[in-house]
């Protein structure tokens, strides 16, 4: 993703939030580092743009809530985005229960 960001290259996908998308608009701002652990990897992510750490801290709220509350924090993040425009198999029976349905046909 680091990759990703340093190049502006957002995919530009609609289920993105709006914080991430930021990120990669202010890459140029924005000064990361990441340090292996034991348990995996710790990201720091800094600017001088007031803005651009005001994104910065709602995209690392958005990691954490999807990191402990898994699809039930996506599914919560899209229903904000996208309310009642979001595709219909995606809608009561989790985001891939459309998906499972036609691979089972």
Do not use: Y
């Not at 990361?32 to 690392?60: F, I, M, R, W, Y």
């Not at 996506?74 to 009561?92: E, Q, S």
């Amino acid at each position: 993703m680091m990759k990703r960001v340093g190049a502006g290259d957002d995919p530009g996908l609609p289920i993105e939030s709006d914080a991430l998308h930021s990120i990669f608009r202010d890459k140029d701002k924005i000064r990361t580092s990441v340090e292996s652990t034991a348990n995996g990897v710790v990201v720091v992510q800094t600017s001088d743009d007031p803005k651009a750490v005001a994104e910065l801290q709602e995209h690392a709220a958005q990691v954490t809530d999807f990191a402990q509350e898994g699809m039930a924090a996506i599914h919560t993040a899209m229903m904000r985005k996208f309310g009642a425009g979001m595709p219909g198999p995606m809608m009561g029976r989790g985001m891939m229960g459309g998906m499972h349905d036609r691979r089972e046909r």
